[in-house]
């Protein structure tokens, strides 16, 4: 029973609900998403036997598939593609232009490629080699017996018989069991082309590796005797063409000849307009020189009368502008130097001696001027003689203007006849010519005749010649060596291949499990993901294997694996939970900090189990703990503590316990209700340590448990109303510490309904099972009521591999057997340690 003198009195309690609400974006809500090397390193490494098995089974089935696939041989030929075909007739030739601009191209390359692998070409290897003759069993692999030293004889039997198949006719029929064989060769042959080169690597697999050899040759040489074939064939049926051609182009040309000749007999007169010049056959050497003389006589007159008739045109022109220009000189007042700017005028024969007979005179008198005086006889005669020539130079002046109007009557009349001349010409010309256009049409059919008859003559000729040449643009340049090692199956490559495809899809496996795993499973990703502090991280104490317990004087309360604060102080588990206590009294001042809540979002994550140890660790440091079973769906505290059923009144009533809910509908209080758990069951001294008396430990620690009572068929509606409120106030006065175990937020909504009256909330996580969105809802919620939580217990952590990764620098069992929470301290009690600072382990 609680002691009212022990309450703490003057103490008030601040609820959590008086401050404000956190929003749900907040750094708790949400988290920061990165993405953690550490977390896949340790996932890949506690999943590890996922991959060594599968790595395992890699390397069975490529042994397996080893053991099991037969083995491959590859011959390889190579063969060079020429620029253009070799040949004896002039490069000028068209259709041997177009032909070497094909395989100049990559185009011919790639169907020189594709035809490699064609199935006709494939089943005239099958006869050319005779594979077709025992069935085909030696090309399908069946009774194959591998002999290097014969694979010579092998090359040269096969020539020989390619030789015999040549020799034989081109145009055979396929038999059924070739073209199947020739079918079942395709995906043996694999021809490729090399980059940036015009070589083709031909390339033949085959189970027996002298069948391989002898494949890669025969498909290469006889592509080159098919295209030789090909193209004698074709030059055949070409020239067998031009033959017929040629004997029905000479008898149009015979014809087109005889009828030029007659044509010529009856109209001779047709050659006079160049008929004569289309000549034919035996006439272009000695008629074309008589032929064109006489058939130009008509046109040349013409064209001489036409230019004459454009002269006297031009010649009247000019004479009728200079008489205009001589009238309105005339007009003006008869001017001597401007009618000699006319050329008519300036250039007549009288004007110009006139012209030189004055300038003559001229001379003259300058060079009697210099010997005698102007009254000197000669100088008289002289000038005399030069006023007589000035006055025949103008009167030769202008007697031109009558002369040239002479002029333009005479150019007028010969204009007159030259036009009556042409006219009469031209009609003669048109005569001529509608008798000449007959003879013209045959020339021309005759010389069209001729040439179609010689071009076909030049082509006869050309395929004539080269109908026989054996040669092609394709060539084997490197011949197949006899194969000494499989190419399929590659043990290394496979072998490799199968671990790689393994440890793929066992890393696949074990990050896909990871991907898949929305449970939280270390303390950085807990507070990572949301945002929260983790106060303390408590081990799976499933994993600590058989621990001895401390052997009490008391046992009136029962033995609980629950109380590992007690029960296991050693254990990693009762040092969490040591941590825990020292991480909630460092938040703040002690009379912010007198309530704590525990919840979950989920059951079963450990809620109940982190309240209890927490109060005991709070009462073995000496505080007055009170410990408040909140969970009313389901109460625990009574099996931990080993209670009574409280929950029912099946018991005597001596037996029945009240509890929490007894103190809210007002039948007890709590000092009635609350059971003290006796010293003995929550201190950690042993009975031999008891019994010496040589140590002890804190005292004045007192522990009471609230159970949750009878059970209440409506548990929400008590704890929405006051009186929870005042049943903590109450516990507060009483007690240093008040810790309460609720029930999971996403479960019911009690929770929410007491988390108003705790100072302190502490949200407990499962390890490896709790989902974050869980979590993250059940934060959510808290923060619409207004409710921040403090922190984390991140429970039943599992202690396998990377130890440091979960736990964080935790080094269990420190201090060991060395006295600390030890149940051994009386065997070494006593005994000197050595002091920290010389232990450098410590």
């Known amino acids: 029973m609680i ?110 490629e594709q035809n490699l692998a064609n199935q006709t070409l494939l089943s005239r290897v099958v006869r050319s080699e005779g594979l077709a003759d025992d069935g085909g069993r030696a090309l399908l692999g069946q009774n194959i017996v591998s002999d290097k030293s014969s694979s010579s004889t092998q090359r040269s039997d096969s020539s020989q018989a390619g030789d015999k198949a040549h020799t034989a006719s081109v145009v055979t029929t396929l038999t059924p069991l070739e073209e199947a064989l020739g079918r079942a060769m395709i995906g043996m042959v694999k021809p490729a082309i090399r980059r940036g080169t015009r070589l083709i690597d031909l390339y033949v697999v085959h189970g027996d590796p002298a069948m391989a050899q002898r494949l890669a040759e025969a498909i290469g040489r006889e592509y080159i005797r098919n295209s030789i074939e090909r193209r004698a064939s074709l030059s055949e049926e070409a020239l067998r063409y031009l033959l017929e051609e040629e004997e029905r182009l000479k008898a149009n040309l015979q014809k087109s000849e005889a009828a030029v000749a007659e044509y010529k007999a009856k109209n001779p007169d047709a050659l006079q307009l160049g008929g004569g010049t289309a000549a034919t056959g035996s006439q272009q050497g000695s008629g074309s020189g008589a032929g064109g003389t006489r058939g130009g006589l008509v046109e040349n007159k013409l064209e001489e009368l036409n230019s004459r008739l454009t002269g006297a045109k031009a010649d009247q022109l000019r004479l009728e502008g200079e008489l205009k220009q001589i009238e309105q000189i005339e007009q003006a007042g008869n001017k001597l130097e401007a009618l000699l700017e006319i050329p008519s005028i300036s250039g007549a024969p009288l004007v110009n001696d006139a012209r030189a007979r004055v300038t003559q005179l001229e001379a003259g008198i300058t060079t009697y001027a210099l010997r005698y005086k102007d009254k000197h006889p000669k100088m008289i005669a002289a000038r005399a003689s030069l006023a007589e020539a000035k006055e025949k130079f103008r009167q030769a002046i202008l007697a031109q203007p009558a002369i040239l109007r002479n002029s333009i009557e005479q150019v007028k009349a010969t204009e007159i006849s030259l036009q009556s001349a042409l006219q009469d010409q031209r009609g003669t010309a048109v005569a001529l010519n509608r008798a000449a256009i007959g003879y013209q049409e045959l020339a021309r059919q005759a010389e069209t005749d001729r040439a179609l008859y010689e071009s076909v003559l030049r082509q006869i000729k050309e395929t004539n010649l080269s109908k026989h040449v054996k040669t092609n643009a394709v060539s084997v340049i490197e011949h197949s060596p006899l194969p000494g090692s499989p190419i399929s199956p590659r043990p290394t490559k496979t072998i490799a291949l199968g671990l790689l495809a393994a440890l793929a899809a066992g890393l696949a496996f074990v990050f896909g499990a990871d991907a898949l795993d929305r449970s939280i499973k270390t303390v950085d990703q807990a ?210 510490r008040v810790v309460i175990d609720s029930a999971p937020i996403l479960a019911v909504s009690d929770t929410l309904l007491m988390t108003s009256h705790a100072q302190t909330i502490c949200i407990v996580i499962r390890a490896a099972k709790t989902p974050r969105p869980a979590v993250r809802r059940a934060i959510s919620l808290l923060a619409k009521s207004g409710i921040r939580p403090a922190g984390l217990v991140l429970n039943r952590l599992r202690r396998g591999r990377g130890v440091g990764y979960y736990y964080y620098y935790a080094s269990h069992g420190y201090g060991k057997e060395e006295g600390a929470y030890s149940r051994s301290y009386h065997r070494s009690y006593g005994r000197q340690s050595k002091p920290d600072y010389e232990d450098n382990g410590a």
């Open 3 to 112: 002691d009212p003198a022990q309450s703490v009195t003057g103490t008030t309690v601040t609820p959590n609900s008086d401050r404000s609400a956190v929003s749900l974006t907040g750094q708790y809500a949400e988290g920061l998403q990165r993405l953690d090397f550490r977390r896949y390193w340790h996932s890949f490494i506690e999943r590890i036997w996922i991959v060594a098995i599968c790595v395992l089974a890699g390397l069975f089935l490529a042994l397996g598939y080893l053991a099991r696939t037969p083995k491959l041989y590859q011959g390889h030929t190579v063969l060079e593609i020429e620029f253009q075909e070799p040949t004896i007739v002039a490069a000028e030739d068209p259709s041997l232009r177009m032909r070497a601009s094909f395989l100049a191209s990559q185009e011919a390359l790639r169907t020189i």
């Open 527 to 736: 507070e990572t993901t949301l945002g929260l502090p983790v106060f303390a991280a408590v081990p799976d104490t499933t994993d600590e294997g058989p621990v001895k317990r401390i052997k009490r004087r008391s046992r009136a309360f029962g033995s609980s694996n629950y109380r590992v604060v007690v029960e296991t102080p050693e254990s990693p588990a009762a040092e969490a939970f040591r941590n825990l206590r020292a991480a909630l009294s460092l938040l703040g001042p002690e009379v912010e900090r007198k309530v704590s809540l525990f919840t979950s979002a989920l059951p079963g994550e450990g809620k109940s189990f982190s309240s209890a140890n927490y109060s005991l660790a709070l009462a073995q440091q000496g505080y007055r703990v009170l410990l408040i079973d909140g969970d009313l769906r389901r109460p625990n505290m009574h099996k931990i503590f080993r209670f009574p059923d409280g929950g029912t009144k099946n018991n005597s009533e001596e037996d029945f316990i009240p509890g929490v809910t007894d103190c809210l509908v007002g039948e007890t209080d709590i000092v009635s209700a609350a059971r003290e758990i006796p010293p003995g069951e929550f201190q950690f001294v042993d009975e031999n340590i008891a019994v010496t008396g040589n140590i002890l430990t804190a005292t004045g620690g007192q522990l009471f448990v609230l159970g949750g009572g009878r059970r209440a068929p409506n548990p929400a509606e008590i704890l929405a109303g006051p009186f929870f409120g005042q049943l903590v106030a109450a516990a507060a006065k009483l007690f240093d």
